[in-house]
């Protein structure tokens, strides 16, 4: 089993600045791809951004340039920057994280992230 927490979200003016972490723990011994994904009320959960072991990355169009996914293999945590911030980009956010060999998906409890003015 791996627990995932989040933390960062909260509320931030448009074109203002959060950061994402969320941290694993448990099983974390064979983490492969890392990664964030939101949902906003009344959408489907989308990916935002991923990150594999090896950090190689990709992220959804809507946030190309704004956002950067990073982690830490030390800490067992990845962080989502977020700059730029629009109203749309309002959405609980989840951390999502799988293991090498594992067909488990774990999800974390989710952040908010409220852009408003």
């Known amino acids: 089993q791996v627990l995932l927490v989040e933390s960062g979200g909260g509320l931030v003016q448009p074109g203002g600045s959060l950061r994402l972490s969320c941290a694993a723990s448990g099983s974390i011994s064979r983490l492969n791809v890392m990664g964030w994904y939101r949902q906003a009320p009344g959408k489907e959960r989308e990916k935002v951004a991923v990150i594999t072991n090896g950090g190689i990355t990709d992220y959804v169009d809507s946030v190309k340039g704004r956002f950067t996914i990073t982690r830490d293999n030390n800490k067992a945590t990845v962080y989502l920057q977020m700059n730029s911030l629009k109203p749309e980009d309002t959405a609980v956010y989840y951390c999502?994280?799988?293991?090498?060999?594992?067909?488990?998906?774990?999800w974390g409890q989710g952040t908010q992230v409220t852009v408003s003015s």
């Open positions: 999502e994280a799988d293991r090498f060999g594992d067909v488990s998906v774990y």
